[in-house]
């Protein structure tokens, strides 16, 4: 059964600090990994989607990679802000399923200024 | 149009009100999905529907009841709420396809209060 686990669950950096977000997950039967930002009581922003056969993906300050064979992701935040501040949760959808998204629990982030 | 709409953004139901939640998308997504999600926790899927059938109920008690009229429009109809049904109610939606290596987009969400 695949699960997914994000560490640390918090993590609050200075505000101008690169930071790394980790999301592991146990069978590496995937199609993709997406990752969401959630700010507190909204919607969930799709920021990156990494097919199963991609090494990363890049958009802006954010860098997401994956490494099925260790059945790891990392996100990579850039100079860090404040706007930066929400709830990071990493997603897989595993092969045996056409529609299940697997979720990791979350990291809270927190920049301060 | 890349996004996806859910009305309204905030809901207070009484335990004997019936209510609607409404989602519409204009990406051409023929797979759409409500999840239910509660405070610091990850969304759980509760229904899909792939071209505007119901393909999975994960289980959901009947006072929730899905209907998807065409291919752009979602609807969660409650009735008989629970106060523990209070939640956010998100929608998202993908393209379809077998195996298909697609990301989803989702809704802003329905804060859903009952009292």
């Known amino acids: 059964k695949q699960e997914v686990t994000q560490i640390p669950a918090a993590l609050s950096v200075p505000e101008g600090e690169n930071l790394v977000l980790n999301c592991s997950f146990t069978?590496?039967?995937?199609?993709?990994l997406q990752w969401f930002r959630q700010d507190p009581g909204k919607g969930l922003t799709s920021l990156l989607l990494?097919?199963?056969s991609q090494r990363e993906q890049t958009s802006g300050r954010l860098n997401a990679s994956l490494d099925k064979s260790s059945g790891r992701s990392t996100l990579y935040i850039a100079a860090s802000q404040p706007g930066d501040s929400a709830t990071y949760l990493c997603?897989?959808?595993?092969?045996?399923?056409?529609?299940?998204?697997?979720w990791g629990a979350g990291t809270k982030l927190i920049i301060k200024p | 149009d890349t996004e996806v709409t859910q009305t309204p953004k905030h809901l207070v139901m009484g335990m004997t009100n019936k209510k609607s939640l409404k989602c519409e998308q204009h990406?051409?997504?023929?797979?759409m999905y409500w999840y239910k999600q509660k405070a610091k926790k990850p969304p759980e899927l509760m229904f899909v529907?792939?071209?505007?059938?119901?393909?999975i109920n994960e289980s959901v008690p009947s006072r929730f009841s899905p209907e998807c009229p065409n291919s752009s429009l979602l609807n969660l109809h409650l009735h008989a709420l629970q106060p523990e049904d209070s939640a956010l109610y998100l929608c998202?939606?993908?393209?379809?396809?077998?195996?298909?290596?697609?990301?989803?987009?989702f809704g802003s969400g329905t804060r859903l209060t009952v009292v």
């Open positions: 998202a939606s993908s393209r379809y396809e077998a195996g298909a290596n697609y990301g989803y987009t």
């Open positions: 990406m051409g997504h023929r797979a």
């Open positions: 529907y792939s071209y505007e059938k119901l393909s």
């Open positions: 069978d590496s039967a995937i199609y993709n």
């Open positions: 990494i097919q199963s």
């Open positions: 997603a897989v959808r595993p092969q045996d399923s056409n529609y299940q998204l697997i």
